[in-house]
């Protein structure tokens, strides 16, 4: 099995290009890393690409800095350059996107604290209660 699932931000604004008659977007993924250590990177980058219906939607509605939830797989390519060595890259064949915050939130930014969420305690088990002696009129008891 061969998929991924990756939450980031744009590293820049989505690429379009037409190829065969099909839509093609490229986009670059920043996604941070767990554990941090000392003199290591941060974050890791993924070279996205998404085709079709998709990709007409990630150019025209994604930008940098958005953050992105996407599924997909991993695809490996290989060439020999001009000076004979092989070189290797891996890519992202997207076959989901989707915004992974709200608009609101990602114009205010990341250092801005976000709208406290609903408790599932607040929101009750979400069953009504029923007055004492009205059973005789509920078909299901």
Do not use: H
């Amino acid at each position: 099995m061969n998929k991924i699932i990756l939450m980031g931000r744009l590293t820049r604004d989505p690429e379009m290009r037409s190829g065969n008659g099909t839509q093609v977007c490229r986009y670059t993924l920043a996604v941070d890393r767990r554990f941090k250590r000392d003199g290591e990177p941060d974050a890791d980058f993924f070279n996205c690409t998404v085709f079709g219906k998709s990709a007409e939607f990630a150019e025209k509605y994604f930008r940098q800095g958005t953050k992105l939830l996407i599924t997909g797989r991993i695809q490996s390519d290989n060439y020999t350059n001009k000076d004979g060595q092989k070189v290797y890259s891996w890519q992202v064949l997207v076959d989901e996107q989707e915004f992974a915050e709200s608009k609101n939130a990602a114009a205010a930014g990341s250092s801005a604290p976000s709208q406290p969420r609903p408790n599932a305690a607040d929101a009750g088990s979400g069953f009504v209660d029923i007055a004492d002696g009205i059973e005789e009129d509920l078909p299901f008891i």
